[in-house]
């Protein structure tokens, strides 16, 4: 089994910036991809990024598209989202998410293998 515990969320004024991060532990061998959905309130949870657990590139949903940073640190098993230039639609829960396949775990939420358990993200106006 594979263990997220997500960190990093908070309240933010809208064009500000916030940093989760994500640490992996257990069978992390398995994990070829790894990323994040968010979820606001009466709303389905929506993709936002994803990064290869080994090269390859970076992809994002078009919302926050030149406004948030994947990034990862293999060596301690982490997964990190800079968020910048935050807005009010941005408020959410944030999953940190991780699969087996990085070209089809993301396409839906109902594709991912292992879930963080969340973090709020609060944008104000």
């Known amino acids: 089994q594979v263990q997220l515990a997500e960190s990093g969320g908070g309240l933010v004024q809208a064009g500000g910036s916030l940093r989760l991060s994500c640490a992996a532990s257990g069978r992390t061998f398995g994990i070829f991809a790894m990323g994040w959905f968010r979820q606001a309130p009466g709303k389905d949870r929506e993709y936002v990024a994803a990064i290869p657990w080994t090269g390859g590139s970076t992809n994002y949903a078009d919302s926050v598209k030149g406004r948030f940073t994947i990034s990862r640190d293999n060596a301690k098993n982490t997964v990190s989202l800079q968020m910048n230039s935050l807005k009010p639609e941005d408020t959410a829960v944030y999953y940190c998410?991780?699969?087996?396949?990085?070209?089809?775990?993301?396409?839906?939420?109902?594709?991912?293998?292992?879930w963080g358990q969340g973090t709020h993200v609060t944008v104000s106006s």
């Open positions: 998410a991780a699969g087996r396949n990085y070209y089809t775990t993301f396409r839906r939420a109902s594709n991912v293998d292992w």
